[in-house]
């Protein structure tokens, strides 16, 4: 039976074949899983700090995917990181009850002081469950609760800016 079309291009190789081995140990370890696609991705990001552009074809070769299925599932979730993690990641919470309780100025204050860093990453998340506290944010994965520019500054003394 004859193909029609071109056929798939092969993978390129990975730029560094050592995490690409341990990328390809991990998936495999979770291949049989039900619904791995999800575990694998996060085991990578909490192994390495981030997917890896060369990681979506090692996982889709083990997972038997496509490169497209791993690259929708990846992009698609916020906490799968395709970029290596800076020092230090404020996540404010941008929903209506923060919305309310004046999140905007926060997030125009952090937005300002970190724009452009390289040590410093400012994002947004729609709800921390921390309503009654708003306006909310987390400052490198711990949760504050009525945060103002102010309080922002003091929490973050010392951060590069």
Do not use: I
């Amino acid at each position: 039976m004859r193909q029609r079309g071109p056929s798939p291009a092969p993978a390129p190789a990975p730029a560094d074949p050592g995490r690409a081995a341990a990328v390809r140990a991990l998936a495999e370890g979770m291949a049989s899983m039900r619904g791995p696609l999800l575990p694998v991705l996060h085991a990578v990001v909490q192994q390495h700090g981030y997917v890896h552009d060369d990681d979506v074809p090692v996982v889709a070769d083990v997972l038997n995917l496509s490169r497209a299925d791993v690259l929708g599932v990846l992009t698609f979730y916020h906490d799968l990181r395709r970029t290596p993690p800076t020092a230090h990641r404020v996540t404010l919470c941008r929903a209506e009850a923060c919305q309310a309780r004046g999140a905007e100025a926060t997030v125009a204050a952090a937005t300002d002081r970190w724009a452009g860093s390289t040590d410093v990453e400012v994002g947004e998340v729609f709800c921390l469950g921390n309503c009654a506290l708003g306006p909310s944010g987390m400052l490198d994965g711990a949760l504050h609760g009525r945060l103002t520019p102010d309080r922002l500054d003091a929490l973050t003394e010392g951060w590069p800016a």
